[in-house]
């Protein structure tokens, strides 16, 4: 019987003109301060802005808001293309636009969508999203950040924790949590903007890895937002806040294929220039067989993030498949990583190779934007739905 289904893992042309655009703004703008930017944790705003330019920090928002226009699928090839080059920008623009951006567009009505997205789309500001606190970070439901009513104001009270882009930022999404009179929690998002008396921004977190990428605490004391900045009604916060998640957890995924993607090229390179015993790293077994773990879990890793890319851009629900794609790939490139650093030696424990900074970098993506573990929950729930 004839079977008319088929699947093409072939990029388009369009798709492989854009991935070889980020691969040489990569190469050409990024390479060359990726050191000085880790060391001084300096945050990398001609980056950004050049980002904003060739419009990667719009990239899945619609021309007319000011945004590129791209798919999901578009974001995830930007994404990795930063990431095998420096995670801290790739970080940057997940945390900006698969978060901020995304939630904001997402669940906007027009005359908000109109007031913020364009700036945000085109990089004349720039996006933070606001989940985690001091004292919830997987348990997202404990949040402690309160917002009361007060006629056409909200007043906000608490604070965020590990808020990346927060330093830089002008305009945040941020999760609130309120009881009502029957003594239910109802978790509500608000638009904050940076100027308003009461915010502020708190420590600056001084991290292992992905030390270009600004994180920081968000404190807020008796925050008045005007009611135009809640997001959809209260109560949908929280609904909201797990739907972004999806999306953002295959940005997630993308860059942590950047980064096993990162260190294979990186350790591929320097099997075929190191020589051993009259002999290249590279024909020995031990080393081929480490490479060759390292492309099948990199490849692997790689298909995930674009069936949930795929499945997304056609409106269904990733909510296992972001889950799958972001723990298997997170998981991928911290094996990289450090097999990478194995291949190395010495060398690989020096800054003068790339693999060093990958290796500091990698563990993040293993506990960002929901741990392996939560993962792995999120998975199980679905299996037995």
């Not at 808020?163 to 638009?191: E, L, P, R």
Request: hydrophobic letters at 40%.
């Amino acid at each position: 019987m004839a079977n008319n289904t088929s699947i093409n893992f072939e990029l388009t042309e369009d798709q492989r003109m854009l991935q070889q655009m980020a691969r040489e703004f990569s190469e050409k703008e990024i390479k060359p301060h990726v050191l000085k930017f880790d060391e001084a944790q300096e945050f990398p705003f001609d980056i950004v802005n050049k980002m904003g330019e060739m419009g990667f920090l719009g990239a899945m928002i619609p021309t007319e808001y000011g945004g590129a226009g791209l798919s999901v699928i578009d974001f995830v090839l930007i994404m990795e293309e930063l990431a095998k080059v420096d995670p801290s920008v790739a970080l940057t623009l997940a945390a900006h636009h698969g978060l901020c951006l995304s939630h904001l567009y997402t669940f906007a009505n027009e005359e908000q969508r109109k007031k913020y997205v364009p700036d945000l789309a085109t990089g004349k500001k720039i996006g933070a999203w606001g989940l985690t606190e001091p004292s919830s970070g997987s348990d997202a439901g404990g949040m402690k950040t309160t917002v009361i009513r007060d006629g056409d104001f909200y007043v906000l009270n608490g604070s965020k924790n590990f808020i990346t882009n927060a330093s830089y930022a002008s305009t945040f999404v941020i999760m609130s949590m309120n009881v009502d009179d029957k003594g239910k929690k109802k978790h509500t998002a608000f638009i904050v903007e940076k100027d308003m008396p009461g915010f502020s921004i708190g420590r600056k977190e001084n991290k292992l890895g992905f030390r270009a990428s600004d994180t920081a605490q968000l404190i807020f004391e008796n925050v008045r937002v005007p009611s135009a900045n809640r997001l959809g009604n209260e109560g949908d916060g929280f609904h909201q806040a797990l739907a972004t998640l999806d999306g953002g957890r295959i940005g997630i995924a993308a860059l942590s294929v950047g980064i096993a993607q990162g260190c294979l090229d990186a350790s591929i390179k320097y099997a075929k220039e190191r020589s051993q015993f009259g002999k290249t790293l590279g024909d020995f077994q031990a080393v081929q067989w480490k490479l060759a773990d390292m492309q099948v879990e990199t490849d692997a890793s790689r298909l995930l993030t674009f069936r949930a890319a795929m499945m997304k851009m056609e409106g269904k629900n990733v909510n296992k498949e972001a889950a799958i794609a972001k723990y298997f790939a997170s998981e991928t490139c911290c094996r990289a990583a450090n097999e990478a650093v194995q291949i190395h030696g010495g060398y690989g424990f020096t800054k003068d190779f790339p693999v060093e900074k990958f290796y500091r970098d990698a563990k993040l993506m293993t506990i960002g934007e929901g741990t392996s573990e939560v993962q792995k929950m999120v998975i199980a729930k679905n299996i037995f739905q």
